[in-house]
């Protein structure tokens, strides 16, 4: 007999809308159904959940681990697609990092020029929001 549901989500450390979300999005393929309705998973289906989990916390997208996942079950693939996409994403996160500095580069900027104090209508920082001028 399969895993119910439930059983998955719990062993893949999700929750029960995560796994059917999983399904609509192809990531997970839909089980066979039990004659008493029930979904019958593999134990496959929780080894697959936590490989989505994990590429989603490498910032993989769910298009991109479709891919990985792919890659994966074909013969027929090369482990250098696998490390194409793995470049590609580490390019992506070190563009992240380079916006997130020059953000806390210009935030800090402006929390530095804001005197804490006085009438809101005069803060720097709401000034330079509101600015046509392009802050970084």
Do not use: W
């Not at 070190?94 to 804490?116: D, F, H, N």
């Amino acid at each position: 007999m399969g895993l119910k549901i439930s059983q998955v989500a719990e062993r893949g450390g999700v929750n029960l809308q995560t796994i059917r979300y999983y399904e609509r999005e192809g990531l997970l393929p839909e089980p066979p159904r039990l004659a008493s309705g029930y979904r019958a998973f593999s134990p496959d289906a929780v080894r697959r959940v936590r490989f989505i989990k994990r590429a989603q916390e490498l910032g993989f997208s769910l298009a991109e681990i479709r891919e990985l996942l792919s890659i994966q079950i074909s013969t027929r693939k090369e482990c250098s697609e696998v490390q194409r996409l793995a470049v590609t994403k580490i390019a992506e996160i070190e563009e992240k990092i380079r916006t997130l500095q020059s953000m806390r580069r210009v935030l800090s900027e402006l929390a530095a020029a804001c005197p804490g104090n006085g009438a809101s209508s005069e803060c720097p920082i709401l000034e330079s929001i509101d600015s046509e001028k392009v802050m970084a």
